[in-house]
């Protein structure tokens, strides 16, 4: 069974302030994502990458930047955050030989004030 | 987002009963996954499709790929079915777009 593990599982940031997500996948995936779900807008894809060293933009990429610096770690940074960076961050791995079936992580609760 | 339209919305079921859920696709797509996120917001991966139709216990899945639209047929509806399912368009790259969800309530 895949495993995904993200981390912190809640946090709250003050506006301006950075913060990183991580994430861990112990299946090694070649393909990870981070998504962000709010209420009427469903799962949005931030960034994603093939690979270690590769990142690539999403559909919203604006106002993060992500890091993958081996196989099994991906990180979200946020440089400065906002109060609508609130949300629901999810990390995914997947494998496009294996039909890049996605595995979800159990989600980061985030909370700008 | 439109570009993966999830109809219904929301969904209250009598256990015991059958539905579908449908996607309907304004991207080009290749394959589809469906996934359902429990009530403690766990995503669950249900179906990985290529165009053609599977089947899992009481769920069953169709990828129509020339009409661009996926449904997802419920089965004896039971209360752990429960949550909100997504589905996803893969265009043959890495990314996966999602659709909305539908937020299926059954009840007893």
Known sequence: ???????????????GGKVTLSCNQTNNHNNMYWYR??????????????????TEKGDIPDGYKASRPSQENFSLILELATPSQTSVYFCASGEKGAGNTLYFGEGSRLIVV | GDQVKQSPSALSLQEG?????????SIATTTVQWFLQNPRG?????????PGTKENGR???????????????????????????FCAADNAGAKLTFGGGTRLTVRP
């Open chain 1, 1 to 15: 069974e895949a495993a995904v593990t993200q981390s912190p599982r809640n946090k709250v940031a003050v506006t």
């Open chain 1, 37 to 54: 779900q709010d209420t009427g807008h469903g799962l949005r894809l931030i960034h994603y990458s093939y690979g270690a060293g590769s």
């Open chain 2, 17 to 25: 009963t059958n539905s579908a859920l449908r996607c309907n696709f």
């Open chain 2, 42 to 50: 766990s995503l669950m991966n249900l179906f990985y499709l290529v």
């Open chain 2, 59 to 85: 769920l069953k899945s169709t990828f129509n790929s020339k009409e661009s639209y996926s449904t997802l047929h419920i089965r004896d509806a039971q209360l752990e079915d429960s949550g909100t399912y």
